[in-house]
């Protein structure tokens, strides 16, 4: 019997490419953008070579490095813009936000509430505690997060619970801009304790509902090397 062949590992330009697919649906202007940065990029450099009366063969190399450099950051920044901008609309955008993450908080695959309407609630445990994140009109989410929180402060009761609302209307806080907001939140827990808070949580509350019918934020996800360009 053969044996599988292992996925061919992507390179680095595939994911390049798949990033700029992304961002290019939704900022149509992208190759100009990425075009006038490097351009401005060169431009500096060739200044620098001529104020400074040196070869300018040396500081067009390290002008088009720096160019390269420059074009792939605006491309990293405005990929992760377009994908919220195409999932903010749909159920489970939250987890598409939180999968960018890479480190400090315990991220559940699945959320911890949710409505017939498809607004969810979303319990992921870090530094600064816990923190509750909704999806969906706040008249609808409300009530889950005061629920939750209750049954959280009862089985932490020394660890901060906080509610993040996600949305559009007064008072809730962008999709893109949720990442901001976490890392806003005072560390009180060390990095040994939110294993161990995470833990203890999922143990007593091990017969959360399943994820409703119809709700797939795992296929809603983006390859995160596609953001990096890695």
């Known amino acids: 019997m053969s044996e599988k062949n292992p996925p061919a590992k992507r390179r680095f330009y595939q994911n390049v490419?798949?990033?700029?697919r992304l961002t290019a649906r939704t900022y149509p202007a992208l190759p100009w953008i990425l075009l006038g940065a490097a351009a401005l990029v060169i431009a500096v450099f060739m200044l620098l070579a001529f104020l400074t009366n040196t070869s300018w063969i040396g500081w067009l190399v390290i002008g088009i490095m720096g160019?390269?450099?420059?074009?792939?950051?605006i491309l990293s920044f405005l990929a992760r813009r377009a994908l919220y901008a195409?999932?903010?609309?749909?159920?489970?955008?939250v987890k598409v936000a939180l999968s960018q993450i890479q480190r400090g908080w315990i991220i559940p695959e699945q959320p911890v509430a949710f409505t017939r309407e498809q607004d969810l609630v979303w319990r992921i445990v870090g530094r600064?505690?816990?923190v509750l994140i909704s999806e969906g009109p706040a008249s609808r989410v409300r009530p889950l997060l005061q629920s939750e929180a209750k049954r959280v402060t009862k089985v932490m009761r020394n660890v901060p619970v906080h509610q993040i609302q996600v949305g559009r209307e007064a008072g809730q806080t962008?999709?893109?801009?949720l990442q901001r907001a976490l890392r806003g939140l005072k560390n009180v827990l060390t990095a040994e304790e939110v294993p161990q808070?995470?833990?203890r949580i999922n143990a007593l509350r091990s017969n959360e509902p399943p994820i409703p019918k119809g709700i797939d934020p795992l296929r809603a996800r983006a390859s995160?090397?596609?953001l990096r360009g890695n």
């Open 86 to 93: 195409q999932v903010e609309e749909t159920a489970g955008a």
């Open 174 to 177: 962008a999709l893109k801009d």
């Open 128 to 130: 600064p505690g816990v």
């Open 197 to 199: 808070v995470s833990a």
């Open 224 to 226: 995160r090397r596609a």
């Open 67 to 73: 160019s390269i450099t420059a074009a792939l950051a």
């Open 17 to 20: 490419l798949d990033a700029y």
